[in-house]
Every structure is written in structure tokens, then in C-alpha cells.
């Protein structure tokens, strides 16, 4: 079975300083890995996503993510935060097995705020 | 495109009734998927779709069922609603392609079951 750990709950940072929200996954196959953000009262909207290729990965609003394969993590980091960027962030593994293919797991999400 | 319209964005039930909540997608993508939103848990899938006709359960399928009679729509019926299914439902889509893209989320919508 496949699943998603976000270890944080909540993640404090002041405006200008980087961040970083953690993200562990496991699955039987290859994983997809996707980001997600939430603002309050809404749907969620992609940021980025990691398939194959180069472990470090841009995504919208000037988020990256870094894929390690060894320690099975997928780490969200924007090198300098905003006010606007708090909000709600899930993680999401989906496995790369055609059988598996229609099935994501998501994380339980991650609360960031960013002060000023 | 409309993307991924869910409706209603809001319902009150009483324990023990009936409703459907329908989802329904403009962008021909074969998967679609349903997930419930409590606060501390994140997502957790009830049940998804690979094509017309194909359903599967998720993680939290029971109270619920579904069908996918055509590639647009996924509705996804409470049979005799609880407060345990007070939530915020979700409803995604995504294509079959390679590579891999995203989910495309509805808007939602949040039940509350007196």
C-alpha cells in the first residue's frame, strides 16, 4: 500500500527566509509525486510535480521540490517566503504501476505561515 | 473549460437521509476520484473511477457509493446519511497520459449531517 507522511502540522516562518515543508512517501513501484496548495475555502491547486528526470523540480509561485530516492522524501522549499504563500500544503504519491494509476494518496497536510 | 463543477457547494441533511452530490468534468479525462476533507486528516479517498463503467473503492468507501455510467460525470450518493460523514467533499480528474499529469480539483462541497 502506498502512503504520504507530512511530519509537520504547522511550519512558522518570517517573511524573506526560506522554507521548507517536509514530505516522505512509500510505494510499491516508481512514484509520481505531486505538491498541492489549499487556501482557506477552497479547492486544492497543483504546484508542482516530480515523474522522472532531474531531482530538483520548479513548480508555480517560485516553489521547488527536491525527489530523493534514498531517503524517500520530497521536500517543498522556496527560497524566499511571503506573506501571501501562507496556507494549507499537501503532498500527494501516486504509483507509477498501471494498475495503481488512477489512486493517490495525499499527506495530511501541512499548515504554513508566514509572518511578516 | 469549466474544469471539475461540483454541486451543491453546500448541504445540511438529517441522520438517515438520501442525497447525491454531483461532480462533472469538461476535459474528456479518464480517472476520476472522490475524497472527503476532515481537519488533522488531510484527504482520504472513497472511491475513484478509471473509465466509464470501472469504479473501485478508496481508502473510507463504506456509507458511500458511486458510479461512472459516463466519462463526464461521478456522482457519489450517501445512502442514509450520518454525522460521521459531516465533511468537505472533493471530487478530482485526471487524464491517462504519459507522463503523469496532475489532478484538477472541484471547488467542493461542504456537507453537514445533523
Known amino acids: 500500500a502506498q502512503s504520504v507522511a507530512q511530519p509537520e502540522d504547522q511550519v512558522n516562518v518570517a517573511e524573506g527566509n526560506p522554507l521548507t515543508v517536509k514530505c516522505t512517501y512509500s510505494?510499491?513501484?516508481?512514484?509520481?509525486l505531486f505538491w498541492y496548495v489549499q487556501y482557506p475555502n477552497r479547492g486544492l491547486q497543483f504546484l508542482l510535480k516530480?515523474?522522472?528526470?532531474?531531482?530538483l523540480v520548479k513548480g508555480s509561485y517560485g516553489f521547488e521540490a527536491e525527489f530523493n530516492k534514498s531517503q524517500t522524501s520530497f521536500h517543498l522549499k522556496k527560497p524566499s517566503a511571503l506573506v501571501s504563500d501562507s496556507a494549507l500544503y499537501f503532498c500527494a504519491v501516486r504509483d507509477s504501476m498501471e494498475g495503481n494509476a488512477g489512486k493517490s494518496t495525499f499527506g495530511d497536510g501541512t499548515t504554513l505561515t508566514v509572518k511578516p | 473549460n469549466a474544469g471539475v463543477t461540483q454541486t451543491p457547494k453546500f448541504q445540511v441533511l438529517k441522520t438517515g437521509q438520501s442525497m447525491t452530490l454531483q461532480c462533472a468534468q469538461d476535459?474528456?479525462?479518464?480517472?476520476m476520484s472522490w475524497y472527503r476533507q476532515d481537519p488533522g486528516m488531510g484527504l482520504r479517498l472513497i472511491h475513484y473511477?478509471?473509465?466509464?463503467?470501472?469504479?473501485d473503492q478508496g481508502e473510507v468507501p463504506n456509507g458511500y457509493n458511486v458510479s461512472r455510467s459516463t466519462t463526464e460525470d461521478f456522482p457519489l450518493r450517501l445512502l442514509s446519511a450520518a454525522p460521521s460523514q459531516t465533511s468537505v467533499y472533493f471530487c478530482?480528474?485526471?487524464?491517462?497520459?504519459?507522463?503523469?499529469?496532475?489532478?484538477?480539483f472541484g471547488p467542493g462541497t461542504r456537507l453537514t449531517v445533523l
Open positions: 478530482a480528474s485526471h487524464p491517462r497520459a504519459r507522463p503523469p499529469d496532475t489532478q484538477y
Open positions: 473511477s478509471v473509465g466509464a463503467g470501472i469504479t
Open positions: 510505494v510499491s513501484g516508481n512514484p509520481y
Open positions: 516530480y515523474i522522472t528526470g532531474d531531482n
Open positions: 476535459m474528456n479525462h479518464e480517472y
